[in-house]
């Protein structure tokens, strides 16, 4: 398998839930509101011998000429994103789920990001994010997505996609959250999205008071961490700056 980081760069975000730009070079985080944390923004393509599948969808930025962000990293590594055949959502939080959809230059028209793939998300998440949600969720983003025909709707605990997919729903980071494996010739990639969002979150005991339950999400991480090192994962963290891609083994 092939994978490749598409960073959208690295931010702060603070109790405002506003994501703010962060040159990591020449600022120094204490100069932002107390509590800020750093994070980099961070969707990955994973290719396999039969599809290239897209995991999470960035912050849904454009740049000065219209382009979608992710659609420009994706050219940037290669890939048309009309060749994208599987899009893969841990949760709809917005710096997860701005780039499922995008909107023409004058913001009249949402269209979907990727409409050759297909795309897998959680249908408890995607009715808690467009119905009660929180400030962590932009249902215009995402509501498009209920029109569009290649949606699967996943609705179990746990299942298999297309046999070397697997997924689990943890409601751990956000109530209905979910975790996906990825394995092909006795290799396996895991991506944790924000339950396991950091290296440095997998090697201590950490609770986080921004988690729907931290205690869960701390548990999971050793768990996780301890079958990864026996089966040799390669993790996928979506937050982390200076390790996107770990090796367990």
């Known amino acids: 398998m092939q994978i490749i980081p598409l960073s959208e760069g690295s931010f702060t975000i603070d109790k405002s839930k506003v994501f703010v730009p962060f040159n990591t070079l020449t600022e120094a985080l204490q100069s932002r509101p107390l509590g800020s944390l750093l994070v980099e923004i961070q969707p990955f393509v994973v290719v396999t011998s039969k599809d290239i599948i897209l995991i999470d969808t960035g912050l849904g930025y ?13 050219e940037k590594a290669g890939i048309k994103p009309a060749a994208v055949t599987k899009v893969l959502m841990s949760h709809l939080h917005k710096d997860h789920a701005g780039g499922t959809t995008f909107s023409n ?25 467009t119905g009660i949600g929180s400030a962590s969720y932009i249902p215009e983003d995402i509501l498009p997505l209920q029109e569009f025909s290649k949606v699967v709707w996943l609705d179990s ?18 109530k ?11 290799e396996t990639v895991f991506f944790g999205g924000d339950d396991a969002p950091q290296l440095q979150q997998m090697k201590s005991k950490f609770v986080a008071k921004y988690d729907y339950d931290g ?9 996780w961490l301890e079958k990864a ?13 200076k390790m996107p891609i770990w090796d367990a083994r």
Not at 105 to 129: L, V, W
């Open 62 to 74: 454009t740049n000065t000429d219209g382009q979608l962000q992710l659609h420009e990293n994706l």
């Open 105 to 129: 230059i004058d913001n009249t028209a949402r269209y979907i990001s990727f409409p050759y793939a297909t795309y897998y998300i959680q249908k408890r998440e995607f009715e808690f994010a």
């Open 157 to 174: 605990d746990e299942g298999e996609i297309d046999g070397g997919i697997k997924y689990q729903v943890t409601g751990a980071h956000s």
């Open 215 to 223: 205690k869960k999400c701390m548990e999971l991480r050793q768990s």
């Open 229 to 241: 090192k026996q089966e040799g994962w390669t993790f996928l963290f979506y937050h982390d700056i």
């Open 176 to 186: 209905f959250h979910q975790v996906f494996w990825i394995t092909e010739n006795n």
